[in-house]
């Protein structure tokens, strides 16, 4: 499991470590197009580190874990893996950077 900083916050403001934070803190601006790539690209990183972490939790329980829980387990990192490729989808192929400026 890759760890990262964390790249934004719930209630819409940029953290630190955000790509968009550091280029704001540049003191050059983005377009509207590239604002809203740049946050639509920010959601996509958050929520892939919720997977992640996720992802590492149950890596941690199967050591100690019964027959029957590891059905679970893998049922759960089935449909964790659906959630990113959905996320790669909508959340990075989406993202049209033919018109970002």
Do not use: W
């Not at 890759?2 to 803190?25: C, H, T």
């Not at 890596?59 to 996320?87: C, D, G, M, N, Y």
């Amino acid at each position: 499991v890759v760890r990262r900083p964390s790249v934004g916050s719930e209630d819409g403001q940029l953290r630190e470590g955000s790509a968009q934070a550091a280029f704001q803190k540049s003191g050059r601006r983005l377009s509207m197009n590239s604002e809203e790539s740049m946050s639509r690209l920010d959601r996509t990183d958050r929520d892939l580190a919720v997977i992640e972490v996720r992802v590492g939790e149950i890596v941690a329980l199967i050591e100690s874990s019964t027959p029957r829980s590891l059905v679970t387990f893998r049922t759960e990192l089935a449909q964790l893996e659906s959630k990113a490729k959905q996320l790669e989808v909508k959340g990075v192929d989406d993202v049209y950077t033919s018109e970002l400026q």
